[in-house]
């Protein structure tokens, strides 16, 4: 089945302490991202990757780290989590495809809460 | 840069009740404009989407038309169902990077 998996699905965490949010898709997706969902903002990208080792800041990247050693991982690391990024993370894949744009799949989701 | 503007929510509609969730877009170049949605504690999922200019997508009796002149991408459905009630985004996707609208809360009542 295809999919992309997140985990954890939840995460409750001091502030300061570095934690990881690991993303794996099998599809053989070239392209992958990270978002953030907050209520009224919709999502925002955090990173995304184009394939193996190429990384680029999206609209909100301050705060994160990503990397991408192998084409079906993209892990999401937080190095000093803070308060403010306490929410609902998903990460994503797509394919360039022959149809133009072809849309996202998206992970189930992370809620991670910074105390 | 490209943005995404769609009606604020929530909207509550009784069962059987016409459907219209409003999107407009900027955007440079010829992006590709989706409709997502998501359930209660889940990801989003494709509801459906068109590449070009007067393309219409459909999926589950949803419908939306690419319309360029108007730089909209407006979501219908003709008779909603309780089992509708979800978030509903629009999104359009230019190059690596996909942007979506603040997303709409569909609620419908038996």
């Known amino acids: 089945e295809a999919q992309v998996t997140q985990n954890p699905r939840y995460l409750i965490t001091v502030t300061g302490k570095k934690l990881t949010v690991t993303c794996s898709q099998n599809m053989n997706h070239e392209y992958m991202s990270w978002y953030r969902q907050d209520p009224g903002l919709g999502l925002r990208q955090i990173y995304y990757s184009m394939n193996v080792e190429v990384t680029d800041k999206g609209d909100v990247p301050e705060g994160y780290k990503v990397s991408r050693k192998e084409k079906r991982n993209f892990p999401l690391i937080l190095e000093s989590p803070s308060p403010n990024q306490t929410s609902l993370y998903f990460c994503a894949s797509s394919s360039p495809g022959t149809d133009r744009y072809t849309e996202a799949f998206f992970g189930q989701g992370t809620r991670l809460t910074v105390v | 840069g490209n943005s995404v503007t769609q009606m604020e929510g929530p909207v509550t509609l009784s069962e059987e009740a016409f459907l219209t969730i409003n999107c407009t877009y900027t955007a440079t170049g010829y992006p590709s404009l989706f409709w997502y949605v998501q359930y209660p504690g889940e990801g989003l999922q494709l509801l459906l989407k068109a590449t070009k200019a007067d393309d219409k997508g459909s999926n589950k009796g949803f419908e939306a038309t690419y319309r360029k002149e108007t730089t909209s991408f407006h979501l219908e459905k003709g008779s909603v169902q309780v089992s509708d009630s979800a978030v509903y985004f629009c999104?359009?996707?230019?190059?690596?990077?996909?942007?979506f609208g603040a997303g709409t809360r569909l609620f419908v009542k038996a």
């Open positions: 999104a359009l996707t230019g190059g690596f990077k996909t942007i």
